[in-house]
């Protein structure tokens, strides 16, 4: 049933993109899917905008098997979890689970650094495109990118169609 379904956002502590958070969210609540929200050290999350967010969950507590997805939000504060090990085992993990996994903005970087993009079709941040490509990834340059249950997205612009191609993804899964 689809109100019992689980999705993770995963949030910078500080300077996430709000509306990459906001528009999926409430896409994935509107379906019925519950969502808790993950970030490392802090019980809040403040957004680049100012807003601040209340946190579920502690990242190093997450266990993937919980969720049906689990979506890493971009913003300038994203790079906290580029080389960070919990995060890149979180993605791992629920890769090798098949669970669906999406990232937004320079969040595909999360994926790249993880080693799961490697000869999967991604989008990202313009920043992150060289980072993608280096790890083994194909570049679209499209808004939004699905590759079996992976999907990216290159920023705020993206978060609707990023959203609507999430809940597909986990509707199809």
Do not use: H, W
Not at 1 to 12: D, E, F, G, R
Not at 88 to 109: F, T
Not at 148 to 154: D, L, P, S
């Amino acid at each position: 049933m689809v109100n019992q379904k689980k999705v993770l956002m995963v949030l910078a502590p500080l300077d996430f993109q709000e509306r990459e958070y906001q528009i999926p969210r409430t896409i994935l609540e509107n379906a019925g899917f519950r969502i808790t929200v993950a970030t490392k050290g802090a019980t809040t999350a403040k957004a680049s905008s100012g807003k601040t967010i209340s946190v579920d969950q502690e990242l190093t507590e997450v266990k993937t098997d919980e969720f049906e997805a689990i979506v890493f939000v971009g913003g300038p504060g994203t790079t906290i979890y580029f080389n960070d090990q919990t995060a890149l085992s979180l993605a791992k993990e629920a890769y090798q689970k098949n669970k669906v996994i999406g990232a937004i903005c320079i969040a595909p970087s999360i994926l790249a650094n993880a080693g799961i993009l490697k000869d999967k079709k991604a989008t990202c941040f313009s920043s992150e495109v060289e980072n993608l490509q280096d790890k083994g990834a194909t570049y679209t340059g499209d808004p939004v990118t699905v590759d079996g249950k992976i999907v990216t997205a290159n920023g705020p612009s993206a978060a609707e169609e990023f959203g609507k191609k999430i809940l597909e993804t986990l509707e199809k899964s």
